[in-house]
C-alpha cells in the first residue's frame, strides 16, 4: 500500500530554535517528494521538490534532504520565526499502476515568543 | 503571472443543496486537480484533469463530480450536500501531468471554504 508518514504530528518550539519534520513514504517506483507549507485558511505553497538523484535541497531557511534507498525526507528549519507557524505537508509522486500522488498528513508547527 | 484563483472563496449551504465550485489555473497550465481538506485531516485527493479529460479519481461517492473545460479552467460540483461535505476545497494547476517527466509541482489556489448547515 502506497503511504506517506510524517512525524511528529504537532511540534512546538521556541523562536529562534531549530526543528527537524521527517517524512517516510513507501511509494514505489518514486518519481519526487514535495514539501509544502499550509498557513491555517490558505493554500499549501511549495517550499522543495526534489527528484531521486537529489540528495538535499535548500530553500532560505528551509533544507530538505532524501534518502531514496531508506525512503526518508526530513525538513530543516534554522532560526525559526512566528511566520513559521503553520502545517507542513510531505507530497510523494510515483507511477504505481498509474501515477499516483500522495499527501501525508502534515506536521502542525507552532513557533512561539 | 497570476496564480490559481478558486471562487467563490467562503460560501454557506444547506443540506439537500448543491454547490459549484470554480478553479482557473495558472495560465498555460493543462493540468487541475481538486482535494478536500477538512479540520485535523490531510489533504484528500478527489480528481485530476488534463487536457479535458479526467485522468485520477480519489475515493469519493458519486455526489462529487467535476469537468475541466478548453481554456483548462475547472469546476467541481457536489450534489445533495450533507453536513460532512463541510471543508475547504482547493484547487491545483501544474504545467504537466504531475509525475511525468517533468517535476510536476503543484500551484494551489487559496481555496473555497465550504459550510453546509
Known amino acids: 500500500k502506497n503511504q506517506v508518514e510524517q512525524s511528529p504530528q504537532s511540534l512546538i518550539i521556541l523562536e529562534g530554535k531549530n526543528c527537524t519534520l521527517q517524512?517516510?513514504?513507501?511509494?514505489?517506483?518514486?518519481?519526487?517528494l514535495r514539501w509544502y507549507k499550509q498557513d491555517t485558511g490558505r493554500g499549501p505553497v511549495s517550499l522543495t521538490i526534489m527528484t531521486f538523484s537529489e540528495n538535499t535541497k535548500s530553500n532560505g531557511r528551509y533544507t530538505a534532504t532524501l534518502d531514496a534507498d531508506t525512503k526518508q525526507s526530513s525538513l530543516h528549519i534554522t532560526a525559526s520565526q512566528l511566520s513559521d507557524s503553520a502545517s507542513y505537508i510531505c507530497?510523494?509522486?510515483?507511477?504505481?499502476?498509474?501515477?499516483?500522488?500522495?499527501f501525508g498528513a502534515g506536521t502542525r508547527l507552532f513557533v512561539k515568543a | 503571472k497570476a496564480g490559481v484563483t478558486q471562487t467563490p472563496r467562503y460560501l454557506i449551504k444547506t443540506r439537500g443543496q448543491q454547490v459549484t465550485l470554480s478553479c482557473s489555473p495558472i495560465s498555460g497550465h493543462r493540468s487541475v486537480s481538486w482535494y478536500q481538506q477538512t479540520p485535523g485531516q490531510g489533504l484528500q485527493f478527489l480528481f485530476e484533469?488534463?487536457?479535458?479529460?479526467?485522468?485520477n479519481k480519489g475515493n469519493f461517492p458519486g455526489r462529487f463530480s467535476g469537468r475541466q473545460f478548453s481554456n483548462s479552467r475547472s469546476e467541481m460540483n457536489v450534489s445533495t450536500l450533507e453536513l460532512g461535505d463541510s471543508a475547504l476545497y482547493l484547487c491545483?494547476?501544474?504545467?504537466?501531468?504531475?509525475?511525468?517527466?517533468?517535476?510536476?509541482?503543484?500551484?494551489f489556489g487559496e481555496g473555497s471554504r465550504l459550510t453546509v448547515l
Open positions: 517524512c517516510n513514504y513507501t511509494v514505489s517506483p518514486f518519481s519526487n
Open positions: 491545483a494547476s501544474s504545467l504537466n501531468q504531475p509525475g511525468g517527466f517533468n517535476t510536476g509541482e503543484l500551484f
Open positions: 507530497v510523494v509522486s510515483g507511477n504505481t499502476g498509474g501515477f499516483k500522488t500522495i
Open positions: 484533469y488534463f487536457s479535458e479529460t479526467q485522468r
